[in-house]
């Protein structure tokens, strides 16, 4: 668990894909880690791109939603997700 909070910590504010131990996949920017969670504001872009413009809006299921906790020892890998916008 400390591993991934450390992780977390240097990726705080950067958008990331982040793996749960289930499976699911959670994409979308850190807005806030704490000792047990990370709370991930989750991308909700179709196909191409960043979301240029979009930031904000919730508008044809782009932009960004609301931010939400993962438990950190749910957690099962994080990397940076800039790769993952292309």
Request: charged content about 15%; proline content about 2%; overall charge positive.
């Amino acid at each position: 668990m400390n591993r991934y909070h450390g992780i977390c910590q240097r990726y705080h504010g950067q958008n990331v894909r982040i793996t749960h131990r289930d499976g699911n996949v959670h994409v979308g920017r850190i807005v806030r880690v704490t000792p047990t969670h990370v709370f991930i504001q989750p991308y909700r872009g179709r196909g191409g791109g960043y979301g240029m413009g979009y930031y904000g809006r919730r508008y044809g299921g782009y932009g960004w939603g609301a931010a939400y906790g993962i438990g950190l020892g749910f957690i099962a890998g994080v990397a940076l997700a800039g790769i993952f916008f292309w």
